[in-house]
């Protein structure tokens, strides 16, 4: 029998889920105007944060701030072109690889100015505060990084400052051709991951799965989980992690 429809798509819910661009299907949200936009993952599958992938066209923009509620803290990655963003603390153009954290209750606003499709990500997360204090906004790129660390074949890129008031990390992973890590990892914190360059396998679960550029992958706390880079070229992604705060019961 001739199979009609396919995918690499796996979901286990509350566990983890893979998803290829193949499947995106355009979302709306109140106050955002001509942008495609992509939940990749949500709550409801069991994060505990929300992660979209934006396709802005040319005047495409915010008419409100995104995630300007009291305790909500915003990371924006520009994928490709250049965007205008802004809140109340950060201003300017951004171009590809650049990005903005906006801190909780900050919020951010966007607009592009340019004749060509813009494409980007944004994470939102509900922050977990720490002694009364809290993180600033971060307006960066990827070039002027907070921390470099090399590995024999892979380097990482830390892109927001190490202090303790912040409750999320956003690294760049980068594997050079045939490599991996160093060992199956399983621990407590979450990750969401998206795959900006290269093709790969990655480890969730038990199972090897094959994985490329613009993927998105979704990891629960303790799913065993790892990558190998394939293919000639490197093998990245940037994912998010929870750090700096102890385990609730």
Known sequence: ??????????VKKGHYALIPD????NHTIPGIEDCLITVLVSPKIGASFVAYRFTATPGGKTTVPFG?????EVFLYVLKGNLYVYNEKAEGELS???YLYAAPGRGLSFRNESEDDVEFLIYKKKYLPINGEKPWSVMSSVKEQFRRWNQEGLTCLELLPSDLVFDIAFNILIFYPDRKHGFIEIHDQEHGAYLLSGEGSYYLDETWYPVREKDFIWMAPYVSQGAYSCGNEKFSYLYSKDINRDVEL
């Open 1 to 10: 029998m001739e199979t009609i429809l396919q995918t690499r798509a796996k």
């Open 22 to 25: 193949t499947g995106y299907v």
């Open 68 to 72: 300007k509620e009291t305790d909500i």
């Open 96 to 98: 590809e690889n650049g």
